[in-house]
C-alpha cells in the first residue's frame, strides 16, 4: 500500500484510499461508541447510581485493554493485523447487539450495563493496537504525525457528534436505540477493513510462539529507554486526567441540573475542545518545542480546577474544552513518541503496552476519582486532581516527537553461517565473542560493551554477561544466550541501524581480534543462565 511520501501536511494521509476508507469508517463506529456511553452512563444515573458505579462504567470499557491489551499486541504482531481486526469489530459488534436486545426486553440492569461495556470493551482491547501498528504501513515517515493527529481529530470530532447525538437519541426514543446503534456503527470499520488488500509479509522464519513473543515484548520494553520514558509519562498523565471523564456525568446531572442532552453537549463541547487543539498542534509544537507536553498537562490540570467551581452550563462548556485541547495535545505526542521510540519487529507489543499503560492507569483513576467523590465529594476531588497534575508537571518536562534519538530503521541482515533443520531446532544457543582491546581503551571499551548489551536483550537474548581475565587485563568476552536457533536467526532480522552501530564501535576497538563462537545448549535447564 501506497505511503505518504513528499506531502505531509494535515491531509496528507488522506491520498491513501485505504487510510482515507478507515478513517472514516472509525469516525462513524467512534460516533456510535459515543452514543451509546451517553446512553449508559445516564440510564445509570436515572437509576440514582452512586458515584462509584457510574465511575465503574468507565473503567468497565477500559479494564478490557488493561487485561488484554499485551496479548492483542502479541497477536498483532504474529498474525494478520487485518483479519484480527476484523475478528475483534466483529465480537464488539456482537455484543452491542446482544445488549440492545437485552435493553429493549427491559432486562439490562446496572450488571448487565457493565458486562456488556467490559465485552465491548474485549473488542476494543484486540483491536487496538493492530490499528495503531497499521499506521505506518499506510503513512510513514514524516507522514506518522499527520496520520496520528487525523485519528485523534477523527476520534475528536465523534466526541463531538456522539455525545450530542446521543444525548437527542435518549431523550427521543431512549437508551437502548443508542445500543443498536452502537452495533450497526461498527460494522463501517468491518467493511472497511474487508476492503483493504493488504498484500502478505514476506517471512523466511515460522511466526514466533505466543509466550515467547510476549517474552520478547518485556525484555524489549525493559531494554528501550525510550519506551520506558513513555510509558511512565503515560501511566502519570492519565491516572490523574481521568478525573474529569469519571465526574463529568455527576457534574452535569448534580451540579448543573443538566438533562441527558446537556450532558451530550458538554461532551461536545469537550470533542470541540479537542479538534482546535489537534488542528493547532503543528503551530504548538513550534511555539513551545520539547516543552508542549508539560505545557498540555498544566492546561488540562486547570481546566479542572475550573470544572470544581463553575456553576453554569456556559463556564463548564468552556472549561471542558479546554481539557479536551490539552487532553489531545497529550495524548498526540505520547502516541508518536511511542511510534517513533520501537522497532518494526515489536511495534504492535510495544503499543500495546503502552494501551495498557494509558487504560489501566485510567481505569485505576476512575475508580479512585469515584472513591473519593464519594467521601469529600465531586467539586473537590476535581480540586485533587488539579493539584496532582501541577505537581507532575515536571515529569512531563520534555519529550521528542522522535521518541528516541536511536535509529530503528532496520540494518542489512546478517545471515548465520549455520542453518539447522526444523527438527534440530532445539535448545538454548550461547554465542561468545573474545576481544582483545588495549589497556588505555577498557573504560571506553566497558561504555561501549554496556550499550551492546541493551541492544542484545531488546533484539532476543535472555542473558547476557561481559567477562574479564584478571591476568590478562586486555582479555575481555561477551557471551549472551538465546532461546533457540530458530530465535538467533530472528534476532539478526531484528537488527536495526543503532544496533548495528553499537556493534560496530565494539568491534572498531577490537580490530581484527574479535573471534565468535556459537554453542548449542544440551541441558533444557533456563535456570542455568538467570
Avoid at 499486541?73 to 481486526?85: N, P, Q, S
Avoid at 496520528?148 to 446521543?166: C, D, E, F, K, Q
Avoid at 470541540?272 to 498542534?281: C, D, E, F, K, T
Wanted: include cysteine.
Amino acid at each position: 500500500m501506497a505511503a505518504t511520501t513528499a506531502q505531509t501536511g494535515l491531509l496528507a494521509p488522506l491520498a491513501n484510499r485505504t487510510f482515507a476508507a478507515l478513517w472514516v469508517a472509525s469516525i462513524v463506529s467512534s460516533v456510535g461508541t459515543a452514543m451509546q456511553t451517553v446512553g449508559a452512563t445516564w440510564t445509570l444515573v436515572q437509576t440514582g447510581a452512586n458515584p462509584a458505579l457510574v465511575a465503574a462504567l468507565q473503567a468497565a470499557g477500559s479494564v478490557p485493554l488493561f487485561l488484554a491489551g499485551l496479548p492483542a499486541g502479541v497477536l498483532a504482531d504474529i498474525v494478520d493485523r487485518r483479519k484480527l481486526l476484523i475478528a475483534a469489530n466483529l465480537w464488539a459488534a456482537a455484543a452491542a447487539a446482544v445488549l440492545a436486545a437485552l435493553a429493549f426486553a427491559g432486562a439490562a440492569p446496572p450488571s448487565v450495563l457493565l458486562a456488556a461495556t467490559f465485552a465491548i470493551g474485549l473488542g476494543a482491547a484486540f483491536s487496538a493496537p493492530a490499528f495503531q501498528a497499521i499506521v505506518p504501513e499506510l503513512a510513514s515517515g514524516d507522514g506518522l504525525a499527520p496520520a496520528v493527529a487525523l485519528n485523534s481529530i477523527g476520534m475528536n470530532i465523534a466526541r463531538t457528534i456522539g455525545p450530542a447525538l446521543g444525548g437527542v437519541t435518549v431523550a427521543a426514543v431512549g437508551a437502548p436505540a443508542t445500543f443498536a446503534i452502537n452495533a450497526a456503527s461498527t460494522l463501517a470499520v468491518v467493511w472497511a477493513l474487508a476492503a483493504w488488500r493488504r498484500p502478505p509479509e514476506p517471512r523466511r522464519l515460522p511466526p514466533e510462539h505466543f509466550l515467547g513473543a510476549t517474552r520478547a515484548s518485556v525484555r524489549y520494553a525493559r531494554h528501550a529507554p525510550g519506551v520506558r520514558r513513555i510509558l511512565r509519562q503515560a501511566i502519570v498523565f492519565f491516572a490523574i486526567a481521568s478525573a474529569p471523564w469519571a465526574l463529568l456525568p455527576l457534574i452535569a446531572s448534580d451540579r448543573l441540573g443538566l438533562g441527558a442532552s446537556g450532558y451530550g453537549t458538554l461532551l461536545g463541547a469537550l470533542g470541540v475542545g479537542a479538534v482546535a487543539g489537534a488542528l493547532m498542534l503543528t503551530k504548538l509544537r513550534k511555539l513551545f518545542g520539547t516543552r508542549l507536553l508539560a505545557t498540555a498537562n498544566i492546561v488540562c490540570a486547570a481546566a479542572c480546577g475550573a470544572l470544581a467551581v463553575v456553576a453554569s452550563e456556559a463556564l463548564a462548556m468552556a472549561a471542558v474544552a479546554l481539557f479536551g485541547a490539552g487532553w489531545i495535545t497529550v495524548l498526540t505526542l505520547l502516541n508518536v513518541g511511542i511510534q517513533n521510540a520501537v522497532a518494526g519487529w515489536v511495534r504492535a507489543r510495544m503499543l500495546a503496552l503502552y494501551v495498557v499503560a494509558y487504560f489501566g492507569a485510567f481505569a485505576a483513576g476512575s475508580l479512585v476519582w469515584g472513591k473519593l467523590a464519594d467521601l469529600v465529594g465531586v467539586p473537590e476531588a476535581l480540586i485533587v486532581a488539579a493539584v496532582a497534575g501541577l505537581a507532575a508537571a515536571p515529569l512531563l518536562a520534555r519529550l521528542s516527537i522522535g521518541g528516541t534519538d536511536l535509529d530503528l530503521s532496520p540494518a542489512a541482515s546478517q545471515e548465520p553461517g549455520l542453518i539447522l533443520a526444523p527438527g534440530e531446532d532445539h535448545g538454548a544457543v550461547l554465542v561468545s565473542t573474545d576481544y582483545r582491546i588495549d589497556a588505555e581503551e577498557s573504560e571506553a571499551f566497558g561504555s561501549a560493551m554496556a550499550e551492546l548489551r541493551e541492544s542484545r536483550l531488546r533484539t532476543g537474548a535472555f542473558a547476557w554477561r561481559h567477562w574479564t581475565d584478571p591476568a590478562d587485563p586486555s582479555f575481555h568476552r561477551e557471551s549472551y544466550v538465546v532461546e533457540s536457533w530458530t530465535e538467533h536467526m530472528r534476532q539478526t532480522d531484528r537488527r536495526t541501524v543503532a544496533d548495528a552501530a553499537a556493534e560496530s564501535r565494539v568491534n572498531a576497538m577490537a580490530g581484527s581480534a574479535a573471534k565468535t563462537t556459537l554453542l548449542r545448549e544440551r541441558s533444557k535447564s533456563r535456570a542455568d543462565y538467570a
